[in-house]
């Protein structure tokens, strides 16, 4: 059936504007980046590891030419350096942390398995399920030592007297596992939710001959657990607490804290604000000793 001309034309005109945004490509917008940041990629390591870094740098780095800055590193960057750099400028703003750099460790490429990545890195031992793609943390911190930490120092602004490293469960476990390892490399430890359960509980004998052998351990160690987390896996987090707790380090500062009605990943923003008003409060313009230039 024939429709009279108007009638064609009418529905013409009506169907137009759905067609036309059919056929027209979707607008485009600038996309959210973060100010005052910036992403480096290290050349490929001998282990074929490629890292990048997302680097923060503080508000006044522009102005104050002559001003060095502790260093806060934070596994997962990929994840954790958004939450961690966004709590970090509230903290700064209310004078309760000194300005910062703060470096997240992550890797270069696009449409990466992170979960593959980082349990090739900061698990001290194989995980009896992936043996072959586990158990490397020792690369993964002597890397951080030489390459990564220095590449830092030599391109921007920092104070070497003062650097902290934070993680979340796996993470939250290398930091661990470093502190016992190199105690002297950073000052400040944040652990959330570490996942010290990893290899049938490997930590507690690490940490435990670490204990007996009298090293200094002259640090701040802030950590955490979720009270709705896996019942195993809290339960262990809650042993290694009151193993520390116990330990009467010299010069060892240590809080605790079990944060209420989070699960796993829930624990991360409260951690991390907490963590950083912890670890950082002897440099903290209003709670300690300014380290300004």
Not at 220 to 246: C, D, V
Request: hydrophobic share 40%.
């Amino acid at each position: 059936m024939r429709l009279p001309w108007s009638r064609a034309c009418l529905l013409t005109l009506a169907l137009f504007p759905a067609w036309a945004a059919a056929q027209s490509p979707a607008p485009q917008y600038p996309p959210h980046v973060i100010a005052g940041s910036e992403l480096r990629v290290l050349p490929v390591t001998g282990q074929g590891r490629a890292y990048q870094l997302h680097v923060a740098l503080p508000g006044s780095y522009a102005q104050q030419p002559t001003k060095r800055y502790p260093v806060l590193y934070v596994t997962d960057a990929y994840w954790d350096f958004p939450t961690i750099q966004t709590s970090y400028a509230n903290l700064v703003y209310d004078r309760v942390v000194p300005e910062c750099i703060i470096v997240g460790l992550g890797y270069a490429g696009a449409n990466l398995d992170y979960d593959s990545m980082r349990r090739w890195e900061l698990t001290p031992v194989p995980d009896a399920k992936a043996p072959e793609t586990s158990g490397h943390a020792a690369e993964f911190l002597k890397t951080i030592e030489q390459t990564i930490i220095p590449f830092i120092d030599r391109e921007y602004r920092t104070d070497p007297s003062y650097r902290v490293l934070a993680g979340s469960s796996l993470g939250g476990l290398f930091t661990l596992y470093t502190m016992y390892t190199q105690p002297d490399l950073f000052q400040g430890y944040i652990a959330a939710s570490p996942a010290v359960r990893h290899g049938n509980e490997w930590l507690f004998g690490y940490e435990d001959a670490f204990a007996k052998s009298g090293q200094p351990l002259k640090a701040r160690l802030y950590m955490t657990g979720a009270e709705n987390e896996w019942p195993s896996f809290l339960a262990s987090i809650k042993r290694f607490n009151h193993r520390i707790a116990r330990r009467k380090h010299p010069g060892f500062a240590y809080q605790w804290r079990l944060i209420d009605g989070e699960r796993h990943a829930g624990t991360k923003a409260e951690s991390y604000v907490r963590g950083m008003r912890f670890v950082l409060a002897p440099l903290a313009p209003e709670t300690g000793r300014s380290k300004d230039n």
